[in-house]
Structures are given as structure tokens and as C-alpha cells.
């Protein structure tokens, strides 16, 4: 199966709608729209289509969501390294990191649930971006930093839909 992400014609440039085979969503995108040059911290939305790699949770908020996708439960530990300087780079690390990373567990419900996205990472090229997910939307569908976003309920929906081999197109 292949969701569709497209920015909203007429809207802000992180609005978007993510279309399954039955169902549209409204979601949120990078806080500068969408790009088919990402670079590291330039706030898009990678353009090109992506495969769903896994589903990371936090098992102590929230039930485990129903997914045909690998799921690992996040722990307090973990991170994903945005240092373009690093071998690790656009990885998961563990913490404590030597380099400049995202931490995965935080206070707030954005990444209660995170699918990785295939973005950058067969084999990661520095610079061209890092920590591209879908995760929970911030409040009023809030710009990401190049991620996607949908709220909670629309997120646990379609991953009941996804399985291995599922991809995302992101402006195509």
C-alpha cells in the first residue's frame, strides 16, 4: 500500500493530507512545506517516497497499537543521532551520545508513537536529513521539523492498516 502526503493547495505550507486507499487525513508537515533538496535543519518535508521501517511506543503511556510494522517499545535511553559529523548519524543511539542528538523520550505526547520512515538511510549520506517520522501532531496540527504528523487517533488508525513493505509519497 502507498499513503499519499500532499500539502494543502492555498494553506500554509505545513499543512497537508495524508490519503489512505479509504480515508483522508488532515496532518501537519516541516515548518518550511515540502523540499526535494532536504538538508539537516532546514525544517522541510523530504519529498520522494519512503518505506515504513518500524513503530517505536512508549509502552508506560499507552497500550501497544495494533500494526502489521515491526514495533520496538521506546525506553528512556534511547535518541536519534542528527550529527553530521557522526558515524551514527540518522540512527537510533543509545544515551548518553557523544554527538548532537534527539532525544525520543519526552514529556510531551509527540513521540508517544514514531514510525521511522526510510528516509536517508540506506546507507545515511550526511547533511541530507535526519529523524524523518510520523509521529502524534502537536496541538492545532502544529509545523513539524520535517516530519509528519496526524493526531492520535488518525495515527493509532492507519497503523492498523500498514504492514512491511507499505511506503509513504510525500508530494508525488
Same mark, same amino acid.
Given at each position: 500500500?502507498?499513503?499519499?502526503?500532499?500539502?494543502?493547495?492555498?494553506?500554509?505550507?505545513? #499543512?497537508?493530507?495524508? #490519503?489512505?486507499?479509504?480515508?483522508?487525513?488532515?496532518?501537519?508537515?516541516?515548518?518550511?512545506?515540502?523540499?526535494?533538496?532536504?538538508?539537516?535543519?532546514? +525544517?522541510?518535508?523530504?519529498?520522494?517516497?519512503?518505506?515504513?521501517?518500524?513503530?517505536?511506543?512508549?509502552?508506560?503511556?499507552?497500550?501497544?497499537?495494533?500494526?502489521?510494522?515491526?514495533?520496538?517499545?521506546?525506553?528512556? +535511553?534511547?535518541?536519534?543521532?542528527?550529527?553530521?559529523?557522526?558515524?551514527?548519524?540518522?540512527?537510533?543511539?543509545?544515551?548518553?551520545?557523544?554527538?548532537?542528538?534527539?532525544?525520543?523520550?519526552?514529556?510531551?505526547?509527540?513521540?508517544?508513537?514514531?514510525?521511522?520512515? +526510510?528516509?536517508?538511510?540506506?546507507?545515511?549520506?550526511?547533511?541530507?536529513?535526519?529523524?524523518?517520522?510520523?509521529?502524534?501532531?502537536?496541538?492545532?496540527?502544529?509545523?513539524?521539523?520535517?516530519?509528519?504528523?496526524?493526531?492520535?487517533?488518525?495515527?493509532?488508525?492507519?497503523?492498523?492498516?500498514?504492514?512491511?513493505?507499505?511506503?509513504?509519497?510525500? +508530494?508525488?
Amino acid at each position: 500500500m502507498i499513503i499519499h502526503v500532499t500539502a494543502t493547495p492555498g494553506r500554509d505550507p505545513h #499543512q497537508g493530507r495524508l #490519503q489512505t486507499p479509504s480515508r483522508q487525513f488532515e496532518c501537519a508537515l516541516g515548518r518550511t512545506g515540502l523540499r526535494t533538496d532536504k538538508t539537516e535543519g532546514d +525544517g522541510a518535508t523530504p519529498i520522494g517516497r519512503f518505506p515504513f521501517r518500524r513503530l517505536l511506543f512508549r509502552a508506560d503511556r499507552r497500550a501497544r497499537p495494533k500494526t502489521g510494522l515491526p514495533v520496538r517499545p521506546l525506553v528512556p +535511553g534511547l535518541g536519534w543521532c542528527d550529527d553530521t559529523a557522526s558515524p551514527a548519524y540518522n540512527r537510533l543511539v543509545r544515551l548518553p551520545c557523544p554527538w548532537r542528538h534527539e532525544k525520543l523520550w519526552r514529556q510531551d505526547a509527540l513521540y508517544d508513537l514514531i514510525v521511522v520512515l +526510510g528516509h536517508n538511510d540506506a546507507p545515511p549520506v550526511a547533511s541530507l536529513g535526519s529523524a524523518i517520522f510520523l509521529h502524534v501532531a502537536g496541538p492545532d496540527l502544529a509545523p513539524t521539523e520535517g516530519c509528519v504528523a496526524l493526531p492520535w487517533d488518525d495515527l493509532v488508525e492507519l497503523l492498523a492498516q500498514l504492514s512491511p513493505g507499505d511506503e509513504i509519497a510525500i +508530494g508525488i
